[in-house]
C-alpha cells in the first residue's frame, strides 16, 4: 500500500519558517519525481516545488527564492523548507509522487494534505 504522509503544517506569524516533511512507503522512492502543491479553498490545486529523481528542482514563481525543495532518498522522505512566510501562503500542501511507466502511463500518488497558516 503506498502512503504519503505529510507533517509540519501549522500556525505562525508572517515573516517567519516552517519545514514541511513527506515520508513515503510502498513506492521505490528514489525512482520517483517528488513535488509539493498547495490549494485555497474554492480554488485549483497548483504545482510550487518539485524535485526530479534526479534532484533537479522546479519552483513556482511566487516562492521562488523563499521556498526549498529536498529529498532524502535514504529517509524515503522529501521536504519543503518555508521562509518569510507571508498570509498569501495559508493553503493546504500536499505531497505528490510520480513517476512515468510508460507512453503516457504514470503513476501518481498524493499525501492527505497539511495545513499551513500565515498571520499578518
Known amino acids: 500500500q503506498v502512503q504519503l504522509v505529510e507533517s509540519g503544517g501549522g500556525l505562525l506569524q508572517a515573516g517567519g519558517s516552517l519545514r514541511l516533511s513527506c515520508a513515503v512507503s510502498?513506492?521505490?522512492?528514489?525512482?520517483?519525481?517528488m513535488a509539493w502543491h498547495r490549494q485555497a479553498p474554492g480554488k485549483q490545486r497548483r504545482l510550487i516545488a518539485g524535485?526530479?529523481?534526479?534532484?533537479?528542482?522546479v519552483y513556482a514563481d511566487s516562492v521562488k527564492g523563499r521556498f526549498t525543495i529536498s529529498r532524502d532518498n535514504a529517509r524515503n522522505t522529501v521536504y519543503l523548507q518555508m521562509h518569510n512566510l507571508k498570509p498569501e501562503d495559508t493553503e493546504d500542501y500536499y505531497c505528490?509522487?510520480?513517476?512515468?511507466?510508460?507512453?503516457?502511463?504514470?503513476?501518481?500518488?498524493w499525501g492527505q494534505g497539511t495545513q499551513v497558516t500565515v498571520s499578518s
Open positions: 510502498g513506492i521505490t522512492f528514489r525512482l520517483y519525481d
Open positions: 505528490n509522487a510520480a513517476r512515468n511507466v510508460g507512453p503516457g502511463l504514470k503513476n501518481e500518488y
Open positions: 524535485i526530479g529523481n534526479g534532484g533537479s528542482t
